[in-house]
């Protein structure tokens, strides 16, 4: 018998909305951290100094071609033994667990986010690159001043897909047992064995933000757009 | 050295037949798709839209609970966590190749199926023997890109309950208790192999952008 009043009873309505916001928060987080981390990485591999350049492909390398899940556990089990015990009071207070999610998804999506960075410069041109160097700006300058702004309006439809890769990622974190959408909506399944209600409530969830994000980027895009930049 | 043979031989029992089988399988699907994407009827393009923009906006791991639950539903017997993995990996993974495929084809210019038209071939022979096999090859990198994404998302199957390497290594790391140890290795076998290949694909990549291209 398929009961869906499981998903609004006493207990679980409210369970399954804080785990809802928990999901926002993690991919919330992780959204800005992996966008500033993403084009710190991007600018260190366009950098003027070789070593920079090595040190942002390797980190692109690296988060790329591991998969996520296993960078979480990674991240969960080992970033503890090297940080310093206040630190680490600070962190298990907060949850662990949670925090090692978001560091996760932030560096996971940061490389995809440099990759995206990358080809912006590439799509801009080298053209641009020049023409700020001999009008006297500085690397930094030029960077701060001309591409930054070019470039996010660039990169803005890779942006919004990356931005729906780490909501998709969030549930991820069941896996260490932060208590998001899919392990609380898992554990209500275990416990009430109304799989369906379960399952459809979960996956409404993530289509819907999904959409939801995807739309709110594409008005996004539209408003930023650069100018007769063709496909617009 | 034991304990790295056994994750070894997970990785190589699941993660890697995981992969492979549910790229087989969803390759040729997914170029049935692509034609169904493009086609003229209406409602089987709208059909595989809609099919392609769910599966793309939902984690892995929700379509093997999804499988997990439906397919014993409808063939009454239960069903084996690897094999829920098998058919979820192959379901998400047919509709990312789709779209590849479908842009794909789309990137060939439309004349070549009318002049395929044209010699006498229908519209299934032109598709199947002028378009299909052009497209194929252009697409090859991200195909294989994607394959890639594939195997790294194999690993997630282990919270469905595969014994595949993520999951062998935690039974490992439980008993040993030397996480830095296993997980490194875990992860640096990944990384090996996803960079190796990666470096293979971006070869192909820059070999057939040396082709003449029609724009």
Known sequence: ?232 | MQEYLSMLSALLRYNVTLTLLAVAMALPIACACAFGRLSRIRWIAIAMRVYVNTLRSMPLVMVMFWIYMIVPMISGRSLSAYWSALIALTCFEVAYFTEIVRSGVQSISSNQFAAALATGLSRFQAARYVIIPQALQRMLPALLTQSLIAFQDSTISSIIGVPEMLQETTIINAREQAPVHYYALLALTFLVICYGTSRIVRHMESRIGAYPRKS
């Open chain 1, 1 to 232: 018998m398929v009961d869906w009043s499981i998903l609004w009873q006493a207990p679980n309505g409210k369970t399954l909305l804080e785990a809802l916001l928990l999901t926002f928060q993690i991919a919330a987080i992780s959204w800005v951290l992996s966008l500033i981390f993403g084009i710190g990485v991007g600018l260190l591999r366009e950098a003027p100094i070789a070593t920079l350049r090595v040190v942002g492909t390797v980190h692109v390398e690296i988060f790329r071609n591991i998969p996520l899940l296993v960078q979480l556990f990674f991240v969960y089990f080992i970033f503890p033994r090297i940080l310093p015990a206040s630190a680490k009071h600070v962190l298990f207070d907060y949850g662990w667990e949670i925090v090692a999610s978001i560091i996760t998804l932030s560096l996971y999506s940061s490389a995809k986010i440099a990759e995206l960075v990358k080809s912006g410069f590439n799509t801009i041109g080298a053209g641009l690159r020049m023409a700020a160097a001999s009008s006297g700006l500085t690397w930094w300058q030029s960077q701060r001043h001309i591409f930054l702004n070019l470039l996010l309006r660039t990169i803005a439809p890779g942006l919004a897909s990356e931005f729906v890769t780490i909501f998709k990622g969030s549930s991820l974190a069941m896996a260490v047992g932060v208590a998001e959408t899919t392990y609380v909506t898992r554990q209500l399944g275990t416990e009430t064995f109304q799989w369906l209600p379960v399952n459809v409530y979960a996956s409404a969830v993530y289509l819907f933000c999904a959409w939801g994000i995807a739309g709110v980027m594409l008005l996004v895009e539209k408003r930023i757009a650069i100018p007769g930049r063709i496909g617009e």
